[in-house]
C-alpha cells in the first residue's frame, strides 16, 4: 500500500491507474477505523480494481465546543488495518493542504433543504462542512465510485444530492451498517462510552428495532411512535437530541403512500453523542 499527503503526489499514483484502464474506489474517513470502516474497503475490493482511503480529521464540520481537538488520532494503526485490507494508496492530507487559503475564504459547498433538518438543526454548519470536503476529495481524487456507511444516513443523502445537483461523475454507494453483537453501531465515538455506558448504549437499537416492528405491522401514528420512544430513551438515561420517522429518499415527513421510511435518532449518553437508523417500509 502506497501513502501520500499531497494532491500532486495523489495525482501522480491515479494517473498510472487511468492509463492502465483501472477502475477507483474511495473511501473517506476520518481515521480511527473499525470494522465498519474496514467493510467499506472490502466492498470497494469487489468493486473497483484500485482502493484510495484517506484519512482527514475535517476542521471544517466541527462546530464550536465540538470534539474536533479530542477526536482520536491512530494513523499507524490505521494504516496497517488498511495494508491487511488491501486498500492501495492511503492519502492523508494535511489541513493546510485540504484549505490552502484557509477555513475563512474556502468556497463553500451547501445542499439546502436536506441540510438544514435532524443533525442540520442540532450541528449547524456541520453538513456544510462535510459536503465541502468531500466534494474536494471527489475532485482530488475522481474516482469512479465512493463508499460510505449508511449509519450516517442524513450525510449519505446530503452527499447523493451534492453529487447530483453538482453533476460529479461518480457513483456514491451507502452500504449497511456494522454494529457490534449486541446491537450498537460501530462508530469512533464509540470510545468515548464509559464502561457502565457501553453497558446501556444497545438499548437505542432496541428501541429504534421496537419502533420499526411496529411501522411493519402497520402502526402509521407517527407522532405517537416517537414520542413514546423518546420517553423510553429518556426513561433509560439518555438525552434525546431528536428521535423522527421520515420518508428514506428526502427526509420529508411521511405522506402516508406506501415507501420506505427512516427511523433516526441522535441521542446524548454522557458526553457521548450516538447516531442510529433504521430503514423499514410503510404499508
Known amino acids: 500500500m502506497e501513502r501520500v499527503s499531497t494532491i500532486k503526489e495523489l495525482r501522480q499514483q491515479i494517473t498510472g491507474w487511468r492509463k492502465a484502464g483501472d477502475s477507483i474506489a474511495l473511501v473517506p474517513t476520518m481515521g480511527n477505523l473499525h470494522a465498519g470502516h474496514l467493510e467499506l474497503v472490502r466492498q470497494a475490493r469487489q468493486r473497483a480494481d484500485r482502493i484510495v482511503v484517506s484519512i482527514f480529521i475535517n476542521p471544517m464540520q466541527f462546530g464550536a465546543g465540538e470534539d474536533f481537538g479530542s477526536y482520536p488520532r491512530t494513523l499507524e494503526q490505521d494504516a496497517a488495518q488498511l495494508e491487511r485490507a488491501e486498500a492501495n494508496l492511503l492519502f492523508t492530507p494535511s489541513v493546510q493542504e485540504v484549505y490552502p487559503r484557509g477555513q475563512a475564504l474556502q468556497t463553500i459547498v451547501t445542499v439546502p433543504g436536506i441540510s438544514q433538518t435532524l443533525c442540520g438543526v442540532s450541528r449547524p454548519g456541520h453538513f456544510a462542512g462535510v459536503a465541502t470536503v468531500v466534494c474536494k476529495l471527489l475532485n482530488m481524487v475522481q474516482p469512479d ?35 457490534e453483537p449486541d446491537g450498537l453501531a460501530r462508530s469512533s465515538r464509540n470510545g468515548y462510552l464509559t464502561a457502565e455506558e457501553r453497558s446501556r448504549a444497545p438499548i437505542l437499537y432496541r428501541v429504534l428495532s421496537e419502533t420499526s416492528k411496529a411501522i411493519a405491522e402497520g402502526r402509521d401514528d407517527y407522532a405517537v411512535l416517537e414520542s413514546e420512544s423518546k420517553q423510553r430513551l429518556t426513561a433509560a438515561g439518555f438525552k434525546p437530541d431528536y428521535y423522527s420517522i421520515r420518508n428514506a429518499a428526502d427526509l420529508s415527513a411521511p405522506s402516508g403512500e406506501t415507501g420506505k421510511l427512516a427511523i433516526l435518532a441522535a441521542v446524548y449518553l454522557g458526553r457521548t453523542r450516538l447516531i442510529d437508523n433504521l430503514l423499514v417500509e410503510q404499508h
Open 145 to 179: 465510485l465512493a463508499l460510505f456507511g449508511n449509519k450516517d444516513f442524513q450525510q449519505l443523502l446530503v452527499i447523493r444530492q451534492m453529487v447530483e445537483d453538482l453533476c460529479i461523475p461518480v457513483e456514491i454507494i451507502g452500504a449497511p451498517t456494522v454494529r
